[in-house]
């Protein structure tokens, strides 16, 4: 068998640059995402993809169907980097009940429902790694975005939890806690001026790469005594 590290939201922002980071270690990716033509240009610019698989986290029923198709081509999951997300804002006063139950499948069930696959001996190694991206909105709590901090505060419980029950593999779980990127998420920034903005995040907005590269610690043997830690890139940002 061969083994790779399984990147969602592989098509996206911090998704890509994960990818990147990993194969500049040397480690074999396979690549997860709803748009399958995304993931093949992907694929054909970048080396040791692995595989890659089309699959719509939404659809928590049947997630084990993609650590199947792992197998079915020989692959072993070192690692999980969940990436996937969705960022909405959605004030209290027009919350939508469609909009609060897909948030939560997508930022938190689809994390758990994945951890508990990896846990299983046939999907993954031993002493594997599962990070989580999850975001300072969790803390911060920015009007407009309620849901969305209430789903990755919701993840990082769940990380924390996680943690204590996978240790009997030796899986470590971990989550980072990103503030503004670089490259930003329109919907999170929504109700921030340039202004205010600043006085929240004083180091600047925050690299993809940045967050790949503690990504790849995590994963990596350096970090083999790291679980349980919802490590904050906030900018500036200190809660």
Known sequence: MNEAYLITGASGGVGQAVVKEFMEHGERVV??????????????????????????????????????????QGIQLKGLIHCAGL??????????????????????????????YFSKKKYAVENGSLVA??????????????????????????????????LSRKIRVNAILPGYLEKPMVEERRFLSEDELKKIQPLGLIKY???????????????????????????????
């Open 87 to 116: 960022n909405q804002s959605m004030p209290i006063k027009i919350n939508d009940v469609d909009t609060m139950e897909r948030m939560m499948r997508i930022n938190l069930f689809s994390f758990v429902e994945m951890g508990k």
């Open 133 to 166: 991206i999850s975001s300072m909105a969790a803390l911060a709590n920015v009007k407009g975005m309620c849901m969305y901090s209430a789903a990755k505060a919701a993840l990082n419980s769940a990380v924390k939890t996680m943690a204590k029950e996978l």
């Open 209 to 239: 790469e940045s967050i790949a590269k503690l990504a790849a610690f995590l994963s990596d043997g350096d970090a083999d005594y790291i679980t349980g830690a919802l490590i904050p890139v906030g900018g500036g940002q200190v809660s």
């Open 31 to 72: 690549l997860l995402g709803r748009n399958e033509e995304k993931l093949r240009e992907l694929k054909a610019t970048m080396g040791n993809v692995s595989a890659c698989i089309k699959y719509d986290l939404e659809d928590i029923h049947q997630i084990e169907m993609v650590f199947q198709e792992c197998v079915s």
